[in-house]
């Protein structure tokens, strides 16, 4: 059973471009999230998703950043324009939800420079 | 909402020495309370959880216990090899609301 794939692994962009970063949760799972984590910081929630539904976005800055879980595919965390406070580590979560539970099991992460 | 905090923020131990990291929580009604360790260049990785309803729960060298009158949990970790050097987050949240709060973290060394 695989875990929560996430790719790019490493990702670099220069200012003002786009990043795209792609998570597939683990089998099973219909519950997503995103959280960043700067370097030497600690998890901090962005959005969580359910299949083409956001849930809870709070975590999430008012510009630039977009998520969605589409029905078919990846969920996908675009920040657009990015700017080098946006360099971080992204990391994908998945949960099977309801009455399953949310124990959250993560991806091996994103790691984001802007240049 | 939740709040998490997490003590301490390092901690650096011997070799075959107990390490205890420790967290408090805010909303009573938390239930569910994971810990992860989380290598170097690596995702966090789910180590042990424990529901309310108990206030104890061992696997092998790891351990964390409840007390949710003071609400707060400990992560213990025995017989520390220096595998277990890692960064260590506790987190709370309600078992069938998915909104987990995580603490701040703690990088644990243990020195051979």
Redesign the interface.
Known sequence: NAG?M?NPRHLVRRRGQEARLRCSPMKGHS?V?WYRQLPE???K?MV?LQKENI??ESGMPKERFSAEFPKEGPSILRIQQVVRGDSAAY?CAS?P???S?????????SWLTVV | GENVEQHPSTLSVQEGDSAVIKCTYSDSASN?F?W?KQELG?????II?IRSNVGEKKDQRIAVTLNKTAKHFSLHITETQPEDSAVY?C?A?L???????????TRLTVKP
Not at chain 1, 101 to 109: A, K, Q, R
């Open positions: 929560v996430q519950h999230y910081e600690g998890l929630f969580y849930i809870d990391f949960s939800g309801g009455a539970g949310n124990t959250i099991y993560f991806g091996e992460g | 569910y994971p992860y690596k995702g966090p990785q789910l959880d987050f987190a949240s078992y069938n609301n998915n909104d987990m709060r995580f603490g701040a973290g």
